[in-house]
């Protein structure tokens, strides 16, 4: 009991900042006791505002107040220390197992207060005294207790490492330089340390001038997040206005001709209910007219005949019937043409202007600090270009009525008959050629196998599909670019203008795009692949493979690439 109360008495006169037993206490105006040196070292960390507190009930004061030495607090701890205090407050000071604990102490060890570097000790409050009354051991190197002490110890030499050698960059004892390290670039760890620790706050204060920027560029990138996010809000409600009034043109312009087709409706039916009418008329007078023509031939006296066949034999002028000219089933079928003509003509603007649309969405970019990536190179080799191949299929939508698909639609043949199609907006009439079904983008890599002069292409899903070659034809126009590969020459073609090609001559040709980058090229694949000719350019949309047939029997066919 008796402990327990020294205990209890010894936690009322400790420093509540250091946690330990006062040393020259003092106490401040709101009741709170302090070491003198720990009051002032808090409050030194106030200084910059100019406003003082209290650690425990932070009561403020202004200015700051000048202490002194409670001289009565200072003996009662004293007294205190004589009776056994310190003993028993030390009972919470012992070392556990992931504490350091004190290499003097005998018996149950006391936490360790310091380490020194230069004895490679570890010490408990008490038995560090010695460190600041010893003017010797006052040089000493005091820091954080640590288990590591034994690492500053020279294994071989059992020597304390005090010397860094820059050769071998490694810290090394005194001894060690006259042996192993003799002739090595050394200097003292201390020098060492304090021209890193140099290096080191240059570091720290270019990392943290990276810090700051990065801050500043996701700050500024938020602020772009914000603005990209307003603009595409804006975007939306602006199109959807923008649609809604299309179609609301569409409703008016949908109405209207409803109204003018029941409007002339109306008057046509009002047109041949009134000649119906009339001519419903006469039909009665002429069978009234009939009838008395029949009575008056069944009159047996002559006179009574002659004298009343005068006004019964004229007839009415007949209803005008010539105008009549009936139609079956043809009277509005030509608005149905006109509408069915604004129709196509209206997807044709909308199918355009969607790629336009389209690119447009995908040419907004916020732009960052950093450079964009290289483009990765062009492969050397054939399984370098297999890692792109792709999957390509032709559409029979835009086949030539000439071609036949086969082969799941990767294969087409000129063929004399006259296949049935359906008609099509998107089928070239004019021109043997074909498109494939697929948009390309990105990299891509495909092949085709010929049998027979063939044009291999790529083009813009809004070329031409009627009129001359140069409308429609594959590279006669700057919406398509072609290779014609003839039984033993090539040509290339765009805009119309002509190159001629040199190299083997295969059946097979490998086409690599790289659409970013705006690359085309063409190779001749036999045992080896050959390049034909590459094109540099800009790519504005999504292109097609496409294929061109010269001859009737003529076959080719996109390969299945594994």
Same mark, same amino acid.
């Given at each position: 009991?008796?402990?327990?109360?020294?205990?209890?008495?010894?936690?009322?006169?400790?420093?509540?900042?250091?946690?330990?037993?006062?040393?020259?206490?003092?106490?401040?105006?709101?009741?709170?006791?302090?070491?003198?040196?720990?009051?002032?070292?808090?409050?030194?960390?106030?200084?910059?505002?100019?406003?003082?507190?209290?650690?425990?009930?932070?009561?403020?004061?202004?200015?700051?107040?000048?202490?002194?030495?409670?001289?009565?607090?200072?003996?009662?701890?004293?007294?205190?220390?004589?009776?056994?205090?310190?003993?028993?407050?030390?009972?919470?000071?012992?070392?556990?197992?992931?504490?350091?604990?004190?290499?003097?102490?005998?018996?149950?060890?006391?936490?360790?207060?310091?380490?020194?570097?230069?004895?490679?000790?570890?010490?408990?409050?008490?038995?560090?005294?010695?460190?600041?009354?010893?003017?010797?051991?006052?040089?000493?190197?005091?820091?954080?207790?640590?288990?590591?002490?034994?690492?500053?110890?020279?294994?071989?030499?059992d020597e304390v490492m005090k010397i860094f050698c820059r050769t071998d960059k490694k810290?090394?004892?005194?001894?060690?330089?006259?042996?192993?390290?003799?002739?090595?670039?050394?200097?003292?760890?201390?020098?060492?340390?304090?021209?890193?620790?140099?290096?080191?706050?240059?570091?720290?204060?270019?990392?943290?001038?990276? @810090?700051?920027?990065?801050?500043?560029? %996701? #700050?500024? !990138?938020?602020? /772009?997040? =914000?603005?990209?996010?307003?603009?595409?809000? &804006?975007?939306?409600?602006?199109?959807?206005?923008?649609?809604?009034?299309?179609?609301?043109?569409?409703?008016?312009?949908?109405?209207?001709?409803?109204?003018?087709?029941?409007?002339?409706?109306?008057?046509?039916?009002?047109?041949v209910n009134e000649l119906q009418e009339k001519l419903q008329q006469e039909i009665t007078?002429?069978?009234?007219?009939?009838?008395?023509?029949?009575?008056?031939?069944?009159?047996?006296?002559?006179?009574?005949?002659?004298?009343?066949?005068?006004?019964?034999?004229?007839?009415?002028?007949?209803?005008?019937?010539?105008?009549?000219?009936?139609?079956?089933?043809?009277?509005?079928?030509?608005?149905?043409?006109?509408?069915?003509?604004?129709?196509?003509?209206?997807?044709?603007?909308?199918?355009?202007?969607?790629?336009? @649309?389209?690119?447009?969405?995908?040419? %907004? #970019?916020? !732009?960052?600090? /950093?450079? =964009?990536?290289?483009?990765?190179?062009?492969? &050397?080799?054939?399984?370098?270009?297999?890692?792109?191949?792709?999957?390509?299929?032709?559409?029979?939508?835009?086949?030539?009525?000439?071609?036949?698909?086969?082969?799941?639609?990767?294969?087409?043949?000129?063929?004399?008959?006259?296949?049935?199609?359906?008609?099509?907006?998107?089928?070239?009439?004019?021109?043997?050629?074909?498109?494939?079904?697929?948009?390309?983008?990105?990299?891509?890599?495909?092949?085709?196998?010929?049998?027979?002069?063939?044009?291999?292409?790529?083009?813009?899903?809004?070329?031409?599909?009627?009129?001359?070659?140069?409308?429609?034809?594959?590279?006669?126009?700057?919406?398509?670019?072609?290779?014609?590969?003839?039984?033993?020459?090539?040509?290339?073609?765009?805009?119309?203008?002509?190159?001629?090609?040199?190299?083997?001559?295969?059946?097979?040709?490998?086409?690599? !795009?790289?659409?970013?980058?705006?690359?085309?090229?063409?190779?001749?694949?036999?045992?080896?692949?050959?390049?034909?000719?590459?094109?540099?350019?800009?790519?504005?949309?999504?292109?097609?493979?496409?294929?061109?047939?010269?001859?009737?029997?003529?076959?080719?066919?996109?390969?299945?690439?594994?």
């Amino acid at each position: 009991m008796a402990q327990q109360g020294a205990q209890l008495d010894g936690a009322k006169f400790r420093c509540s900042i250091c946690l330990d037993l006062l040393k020259d206490p003092v106490t401040t105006t709101c009741g709170h006791s302090y070491c003198m040196s720990c009051i002032n070292n808090f409050w030194d960390e106030e200084d910059q505002r100019k406003i003082y507190s209290c650690p425990q009930c932070r009561q403020a004061f202004t200015p700051r107040p000048v202490l002194k030495k409670n001289t009565m607090l200072a003996a009662l701890v004293e007294q205190l220390k004589k009776t056994g205090l310190q003993a028993a407050a030390a009972d919470h000071c012992y070392a556990g197992p992931e504490d350091v604990a004190c290499d003097v102490c005998t018996g149950r060890k006391l936490k360790a207060f310091k380490s020194c570097l230069t004895c490679s000790a570890s010490y408990c409050e008490n038995h560090l005294q010695s460190h600041f009354e010893s003017t010797k051991l006052q040089k000493h190197k005091l820091v954080e207790p640590s288990e590591k002490l034994q690492e500053n110890i020279c294994s071989r030499h059992d020597e304390v490492m005090k010397i860094f050698c820059r050769t071998d960059k490694k810290c090394i004892c005194y001894l060690c330089t006259m042996e192993d390290h003799k002739g090595h670039d050394t200097v003292p760890a201390v020098a060492e340390r304090t021209e890193r620790q140099r290096e080191l706050e240059v570091s720290r204060l270019n990392i943290q001038q990276r @810090i700051q920027d990065r801050e500043k560029d %996701v #700050k500024l !990138l938020q602020q /772009e997040v =914000e603005v990209v996010s307003r603009s595409a809000d &804006k975007a939306v409600e602006d199109s959807e206005k923008i649609f809604t009034q299309l179609i609301r043109l569409l409703q008016k312009r949908s109405s209207n001709v409803k109204q003018q087709i029941r409007s002339q409706q109306e008057t046509e039916v009002s047109r041949v209910n009134e000649l119906q009418e009339k001519l419903q008329q006469e039909i009665t007078e002429l069978k009234r007219k009939d009838a008395e023509l029949k009575q008056l031939s069944h009159t047996e006296d002559h006179n009574q005949f002659l004298h009343n066949y005068p006004s019964v034999s004229q007839l009415s002028e007949p209803t005008d019937s010539s105008s009549i000219n009936i139609r079956p089933l043809r009277y509005f079928e030509a608005v149905t043409a006109a509408v069915s003509e604004l129709r196509d003509k209206l997807q044709d603007i909308l199918k355009d202007k969607r790629t336009n @649309i389209s690119l447009a969405v995908t040419e %907004v #970019k916020v !732009l960052l600090s /950093e450079p =964009e990536p290289e483009p990765e190179p062009e492969p &050397k080799t054939r399984a370098g270009f297999l890692r792109y191949s792709c999957e390509i299929t032709l559409d029979p939508n835009t086949a030539n009525p000439k071609l036949l698909l086969s082969e799941g639609n990767r294969k087409v043949k000129w063929t004399s008959k006259h296949q049935s199609y359906s008609s099509h907006r998107d089928r070239f009439y004019d021109r043997r050629q074909v498109l494939s079904r697929e948009s390309l983008t990105g990299r891509c890599y495909w092949e085709v196998e010929r049998r027979g002069e063939v044009r291999v292409a790529v083009a813009y899903e809004n070329i031409s599909r009627g009129g001359n070659r140069n409308e429609c034809g594959f590279g006669y126009n700057d919406k398509s670019w072609s290779l014609v590969c003839g039984t033993d020459w090539y040509q290339f073609w765009f805009n119309n203008i002509l190159t001629p090609i040199s190299g083997p001559v295969s059946s097979r040709v490998g086409v690599y !795009l790289d659409h970013r980058a705006g690359i085309l090229s063409f190779y001749s694949v036999s045992e080896t692949m050959t390049l034909l000719h590459r094109v540099q350019t800009t790519f504005t949309q999504p292109v097609y493979a496409g294929l061109h047939l010269y001859f009737e029997g003529v076959t080719a066919e996109l390969c299945k690439l594994k």
